[in-house]
């Protein structure tokens, strides 16, 4: 079954390069990322796990934990971090899950029910494990992305998803296209006029459905 937007997450329990870890309390009271790859010591993916590892003050300062997810193991995740850190000059201090037996694929629905690891495999067959996902403190996926291994994500664009589902989230308010932080937010159309100027104040009406107003945090 699919996984989509405000589902709870799987909760499972997973092996990690820091140990035995259960989903939901890792999480805990935080914002988390997921990112997924589907081979240890793969150029792209090199490159992504090492983008991630220099933004750590970045999600430190958002309330956000992330973790790795490749279908290789403990020892293969613990040796790669040794070329993260060197690629990138900045310790990879998250965890990475082992997903060896593909039970986190499955679960999220990155690969098929009867998906499995031939022998001599090459990252051709997981190549659907090239995904993001963004899990509110309810533990529900909030967002995600899914990319081909040709292309490598964009993690200042990761980070800019976080901020606007960070200001939204339980807020009636949306962000616009290419919307930055500091910037005039979208007010819902849950409220009307008046409603919209008691709790933002002044109102840009640019159409009758888009009014914006100053994203006060």
């Known amino acids: 079954m699919a996984l989509r937007i405000n ?10 390069d820091q140990g ?4 939901h309390d890792w999480i805990g009271d935080s914002w988390a990322i997921l990112f997924s790859h589907p081979k240890d010591f793969t150029p792209v993916c090199t490159t992504e796990f090492g983008a991630v590892a220099q933004l750590a003050d970045e999600w ?7 973790m ?11 040796q790669w971090k040794g070329d993260i850190e060197k ?3 900045a310790e990879a201090s998250f965890p990475i899950i082992a997903d060896s037996d593909l039970a986190v694929a499955k679960a999220f629905d990155m690969l098929p029910a009867e998906a499995y690891l031939p022998d001599g495999r090459t990252p051709a067959h997981t190549a659907t494990v090239r995904s993001v996902f963004i899990v509110s403190p309810d533990k529900k996926l909030q967002l995600s992305m899914t990319y081909p ?3 490598g994500r964009n993690f200042a664009e990761v ?11 339980g807020n009636p308010i949306a962000t616009p296209a290419n919307w930055q932080v ?16 008691e709790k933002f104040g002044d109102l840009d009406i640019k159409l009758p459905y888009l009014r914006t107003a100053k994203y006060t945090g």
């Open 7 to 16: 589902d709870t997450i799987p909760n499972l329990t997973v092996e990690t």
């Open 20 to 23: 035995t870890l259960n989903l």
């Open 60 to 66: 430190a300062k958002r309330g956000t934990k992330v």
């Open 68 to 78: 790795g997810i490749s279908v290789d193991g403990v020892e293969e995740h613990k």
């Open 87 to 89: 690629f990138a000059g």
């Open 149 to 151: 291994m040709s292309v």
């Open 159 to 169: 980070l800019r998803a976080l901020d606007g589902l960070q200001a939204t989230f």
């Open 182 to 197: 500091g910037q005039d937010v979208i007010v819902a159309l849950s409220l009307n006029d008046d409603q919209a100027r």
